[in-house]
Nanobody, 124 residues
């Protein structure tokens, strides 16, 4: 079992930056694909970004490409999401997730473990 704890959310003005962190328990962190998803009020949870086990392949939603950067440090059991040039439409609860899947890593169904989420609010 993997437990995930997100941190780093908060309130920021449009154009600002935040860095989310997700700390994972356990000694098998490097065996999981890690993903970030977000959910705004009244909307479905949507894919934001994912990173493969070694960090060699990165995935981004079109809406965040060029503004967000995902990374991981397997020695610290942590995955990060650097968010720059934030927009009001980025406002959501952001969730970290872990997956043993090889395919479909941009979909929620691929992920077995989820964090509790961290709120990101971008003011205009």
């Amino acid at each position: 079992q993997v437990q995930l704890v997100e941190s780093g959310g908060g309130l920021v003005q449009a154009g600002g930056s935040l860095r989310l962190s997700c700390a994972a328990s356990g000694r098998t962190f490097s065996s999981y694909v890690m993903g970030w998803f977000r959910q705004a009020p009244g909307k479905e949870r949507e894919f934001v970004s994912a990173i493969t086990r070694s960090g060699g392949r990165l995935y981004y939603a079109d809406s965040v490409k060029g503004r967000f950067t995902i990374s991981r440090d397997n020695s610290k059991n942590t995955v990060y999401l650097q968010m720059n040039s934030l927009k009001p439409e980025d406002t959501a609860v952001y969730y970290c997730a872990a997956s043993r899947a090889i395919v479909a890593v941009t979909t929620t169904r691929a992920y077995e473990y989820w964090g509790q989420g961290t709120q990101v609010t971008v003011s205009s």
